[in-house]
């Protein structure tokens, strides 16, 4: 394979900036056969960066769309198509909201536009639409709202002011650029919330709807869901759900006008506690694979799974292996003699603890090196250690992150695992827990096994794919 590759670390099928920095994605909507993801680009000062995909798997970059200015910089937003016209731009313009971040230190929310659908964007004469002089008010998402035809919008009051508490403030606009202050919606906690999306999404298998604000709230330096109701003036919350149990997921953006209705969403794999000093081989950060969502009433509460999106079978090039039946004991692991190792795999395995203590999968193994996933059985754990995942995170630096996860029914417990040159995903029974994280093992490193501890455990079903976006390989 090729050893002399610049960027060992470099995702394959994950996006990444193929230079310099990026962290939250921004402005996420489809147009006319295009995803468009703008991006936080810049580790100095921020701006927006453009890249786009026909396929969320493999994208184009196209530089800069909303720069930084001589005293402000261009913080995180999200966009809509203006389909309607209703702000002057055009049909069918691509109306951007940002945050301007002003040196003087105030924060405003701003917008850019696009007619040729996102190749050329240009500033607002008279922004900003909604003024401030207040710091720590960002990170405006615009969505339509379909019973009053009209905008609503989500803003991060990240800090309260004397006017206003921390949260999340809803503004309505008829027209893109005129803001009313509707409500904010505050919960128990600090309220020091990033990034909020707020959209409607229907319950499974039901004709009910709810509404969820995934939200970034910068203490836990991930991401959670809030879900309830919006009568478009106020969001009452009824559930709350932490939405990753790894370190490495922070500021998710739903994609607008998305071909299905099924939450399609991204995440900047990233955290602002060791961020800036990770590892820089030319370039900085990377998103998670494009995730669905489902909505699910489990015994009275509500609980939302993510997926991959099912572009991510496009990628898979050759099965490495299927198993069936299998048993996994401290001296036998099923994985040995098959073709499962690599760098960019999709592993999904199906397993049954039975006497196991534990039970798990180690991938990226070399000499003295491996990520391991593993179930405690007993504690009803799921847990992803990356202390010998490379020298960044040894010494119990953020090297391991756990989560409680029962067994299904049937006993089992599922793991689908998404391994990438410098980051492992996982999906634990079908999504209803998901951990991401980031690593950065040695390129020899490539190795792959199954193992029990304390006992032996059923291997149901395992299937291993290698992952490459390359067509036609
Ligand atoms: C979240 C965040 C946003 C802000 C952006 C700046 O990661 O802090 O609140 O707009 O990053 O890059």
New binding site residues.
């Given amino acids: 394979e090729d050893v002399e590759d610049p960027h060992p670390w470099r995702p394959e099928y994950h996006f990444s900036p193929s230079e310099g920095w990026m ?2 994605p921004n402005g996420l909507v489809y147009h006319e056969g295009i995803f468009h993801l703008f991006y ?1 680009a810049g580790a100095d000062r ?1 701006r927006w960066d453009h890249a786009t995909s026909t396929d969320l798997i493999n994208w184009t970059e196209h530089g800069t769309k909303v720069p930084d200015t001589e005293s402000m ?1 261009a ?2 937003g999200g966009a809509v198509i203006d389909t309607e016209n209703t702000a002057g731009f055009g049909e069918d313009a691509l109306v951007a909201m940002y ?1 301007g ?1 002003h040196d003087e230190g105030f924060e405003d929310q701003r917008i850019a536009y696009s007619t040729d659908n996102g190749e050329t964007v240009h500033n607002y004469a008279k922004n900003p639409v909604i003024e401030s002089d207040e710091d720590n008010f ?2 405006p998402k615009p969505f339509w709202y379909e019973p009053d035809e009209s905008w609503r919008m989500v803003v ?1 009051r ?1 800090e309260g002011t004397e006017d206003r508490p921390a949260g999340i403030e809803i503004y309505s606009s008829e027209n893109l650029l005129d803001w009313t202050y509707e409500s904010t919606y505050v919960d128990e906690g600090d309220n020091g919330w ?2 909020p999306s707020l959209f409607e999404h229907p319950v499974e298998g039901t004709d009910e709807t709810k509404w969820i604000i995934p939200i ?1 709230p910068i203490e836990l330096r991930s991401v959670e869901y809030h879900i309830g109701d919006f009568d478009g003036t106020e969001f009452i919350v009824e559930e709350i759900i932490r939405a990753d149990y790894g370190y490495d997921f ?2 998710t953006q739903r994609w607008g006008n998305a071909p299905d209705d099924d939450g399609l969403n991204i995440t ?1 794999m990233g955290n ?1 506690e060791y961020a800036m000093d990770a590892p820089d081989p030319g370039w900085q950060g990377a998103m998670t694979i494009p995730r669905t969502i489902t909505l699910r009433k489990e015994n009275g509460s509500l609980e939302v799974l993510q997926h991959p999106a099912k572009e991510i079978t496009k990628t898979r090039q050759e099965t490495l292996a299927k198993l069936c039946s299998e048993r996994i004991t401290p001296g036998r692991d099923p994985l040995e003699g098959t073709n499962v190792e690599g760098r960019t795999l999709e592993i999904d395995a199906t397993i049954d603890p039975q006497s196991a203590e534990k039970v798990g999968l180690r991938v990226r193994e070399g000499e003295d090196q491996q990520s391991v996933v593993t179930y405690d059985a007993g504690e009803e754990e799921l847990r992803f250690n990356r202390s010998n995942s490379g020298e960044f995170f040894e010494d119990g630096f953020y090297d391991e992150t756990t989560t409680s996860l029962e067994r299904r029914d049937d006993g089992t417990i599922k793991l689908h695992v998404l391994v990438d040159r410098s980051s492992v995903e996982i999906f634990a029974n079908d999504g209803q827990k998901t951990m991401t994280n980031l690593i950065y093992p040695d390129w020899e490193s490539t190795e792959v096994s199954l193992f029990s501890e304390n006992g032996s455990a059923q291997l149901e079903h395992l299937v291993a794919y290698d992952l490459c976006t390359t067509d036609n390989v």
Avoid: L, P
Wanted: glycine share 4%; charged share 25%.
């Fill in positions: 962290n939250d936080q921020r910089q913080f995180s945050t971040h960002r990170d991060g990240v990033e990034c970034s922070y500021a900047w602002w």
